[in-house]
């Protein structure tokens, strides 16, 4: 990874399931003051049949991390654009959360990713070409989060798959 500052990370994944892409934004379960999540981005590559295409793009355009108290449900709002000169169907989006972080991007050990699920995208979604859309991404926090989880920072990695409409 290529280090763009304390607070943002850059990251290229690869996938062999379709025209596709991941990003990492990040989920704040926090009581005191917010902060800013360190963000990255990554795009993969296209499957057999789809390899002409560009790989769409994923980018959190939240903003400020989401504040979350034990059994909340927050959202964060994705763009999706298409840099293809033809239409794409975005098929599924989802996204993982990872280890959670401290101010000082330390895992925390004793919070437990799971406590945090984000529900993926319900229904496909055309991108016309050169264009883009906005998508709201369901996140959840479980009613019983360990002490260990306030203030913490949920890094979290979007990835999708998409065909040519």
Known sequence: ??????????????????????????????WPEPQLPPMAYAVSNGEAGVADLEPFVIDDISGAPVELTPGAEGARLVRLSNPNHVDIV???????????????????????????????????????PEGSVEVEMVVRISPDVPDACQDSVFPLTYSGRATRG
């Open 1 to 30: 990874m290529r280090s763009l500052g304390p607070r943002m990370e850059v990251a290229v994944a690869m996938t062999i399931l379709g025209v596709g892409a991941a990003v990492v934004a990040a989920m704040h379960l926090t």
């Open 90 to 128: 975005v098929i599924t989006l989802q996204a993982v959360p990872g280890q959670p972080q401290d101010a000082a991007h330390n895992r925390v050990p004793d919070c437990p990713s799971g406590v945090l699920t984000v529900v993926p995208m319900e229904r496909p979604v055309t991108i016309p």
